[in-house]
């Protein structure tokens, strides 16, 4: 049996924007996906904690250092800046190593620097 488990999570990034007109997805700072082994392309939900949204799209990489997080799309109907989200994503992992198996957990300041 496999389990489908959080393996990253990006937590209370700020958004810092929305383009309705891009084709979609989510832009993050490349140091933030790097830090939370995020791959451009790869599937992620977010989680909105000013609204209650939650949605699922796809990770681009932003210019590492800009701080971007940047709804893009359709998703850009669903946050404004300065929202709060969180960004998650998830594997598998059989059943034997689940019970041992940890997240990277990625803690950001107001200002989408990693916190230390």
């Not at 393996?7 to 924007?17: D, E, V």
């Amino acid at each position: 049996m496999q389990r489908f488990m959080l393996r990253s999570k990006i937590h209370r990034a700020t958004l810092t924007g929305t383009d309705l007109n891009y084709e979609g997805s989510i832009a993050v700072d490349n140091d933030l996906l790097r830090a939370a082994d995020i791959l451009p392309g790869e599937q992620v939900h977010v989680l909105n904690l000013n609204n209650g949204e939650r949605l699922i799209t796809y990770a681009i990489e932003a210019p590492a250092g800009s701080k971007t997080v940047l709804l893009n799309g359709p998703a850009a109907r669903l946050g404004m800046a300065g929202d709060l989200v969180v960004i998650i994503s998830y594997c598998t992992v059989p059943d034997e190593q689940a019970r041992e198996f940890r997240p990277i957990i990625v803690l950001v300041d107001e200002n989408n620097r990693i916190a230390k």
